[in-house]
């Protein structure tokens, strides 16, 4: 509980939070860009393209 | 032969085209990108950013001059190092292309670069709120922070560039020779600091005595190994988004060429069939 206590008392939290909540948002909606991409492309080419299935 | 309908079931078709005896016994292939490898990756890559959100918010120790600001850079510093992997990737996959020419090589320069530009959003934007504490200003035109900023500039002139509506072989040989300059590109930003009187901190761990250690040393090498599982894991995906946006070129690419040979197939018939019917037949 103390490192639970410290981390909300922490100095400069608004900017740690920022930085770790943007990076969170920026990768997390890349990836699911990129998921969304590669299933859309999926369905327009051939099983046998798909080398990884 | 095997035709794909948009549900991604497979039917039998014979050699010659025509429609089999009916469906193949084949499992359906999932239409994605995803297989063991990424699933795996994936799962190593979610426990890992669990651990940094412990090491990194709660065990590591604030620092004695920035404060908790230091937290920042269990995310900023791996970021960094991995924008620099994807700038490798993608200078080595371009000399790769030129060199051999072969389409796998032009897909992974197209991921290394996309996923590099990503991580130097996250670089750029986790600088600026960790120099805000630090420095006292989001932004300064510091050596470190320009050379960064004409990286991602670089990076999506080289993504703007592979969007061009040329000849798919003109387009990609382009972009190559672009992707050749990201690693000359990637040095210079990492000796900025060294090169010129720069407001950011000199290297941490790539020196002799380290000016880290304890749990805040550990804090960043989980870092490093949970963002390098989440670069792998997006890297893994979006060469094969690529290698898939190839494939459809080509797809749609032969589509339009029969459609073209069956235009052009009963004109050619009746043309034909005109001269059997009297007209002039050349020497």
Do not use: E, F, K, S
């Given at each position: 509980m103390t490192g639970v206590t410290a981390t909300l008392a922490m100095t400069h939290a608004g900017y740690v939070a920022a930085g770790w909540l943007a990076s969170a948002a920026l990768i997390g909606g890349y990836a699911v860009s990129v998921v969304r991409r590669g299933r859309k492309l999926s369905r327009q080419v051939p099983s046998e393209e798909r080398r990884w299935s | 032969m095997t035709a794909i309908t948009p549900a991604g079931t497979s039917r039998g078709t014979s050699p010659s085209g025509a429609p089999g005896?009916?469906?193949?016994t084949r499992p359906t292939v999932p239409?994605?990108?995803?297989s063991r490898g990424t699933r795996v990756v994936g799962w190593a890559a979610v426990a890992g950013l669990a651990l940094l959100l412990l090491y990194g918010l709660v065990v590591s120790p604030a620092d004695v001059e920035m404060g908790d600001a230091v937290r920042l850079m269990y995310v900023h510093v791996p970021s960094a190092t991995y924008l620099y992997v994807g700038c490798f990737i993608t200078t080595v996959a371009s000399a790769l292309w030129l060199w051999k020419r072969t389409p796998g090589w032009d897909a992974l320069a197209e991921a290394g670069a996309e996923v590099a530009l990503v991580f130097s959003f996250v670089v750029l934007l986790t600088g600026s709120l960790w120099g805000?504490?630090?420095?006292?200003?989001?932004?300064?035109?510091?050596a470190r922070l320009t050379s960064t900023a004409v990286l991602t500039a670089l990076l999506a002139g080289y993504l703007a560039l592979r969007r061009l509506d040329l000849d798919p072989d003109a387009r990609s040989t382009r972009a190559a020779v672009l992707g050749l300059l990201l690693v000359p590109n990637v040095v210079v930003v990492n000796r900025s600091v060294s090169w010129w009187r720069s407001l950011h901190q000199d290297a941490?761990?790539?020196?002799?005595?380290?000016?880290i250690e304890g749990d805040m040393l550990v804090a960043l090498m989980v870092g490093f190994l949970a963002i390098g599982l989440v670069f792998t894991w997006l890297m893994m995906h979006r060469f094969r988004v690529a290698w898939l946006e190839q494939q459809a070129d080509r797809v749609d690419l032969d589509a339009a060429l029969a459609a073209r040979r069956a235009e052009a197939s009963p004109a050619a018939g009746a043309a034909g069939a005109d001269d059997r019917d009297g007209g002039e037949v050349p020497a």
């Open positions: - | 005896p009916g469906p193949v239409a994605h990108t995803g805000r504490p630090t420095w006292g200003t989001y932004w300064v035109w510091d941490t761990l790539a020196r002799i005595d380290p000016t």
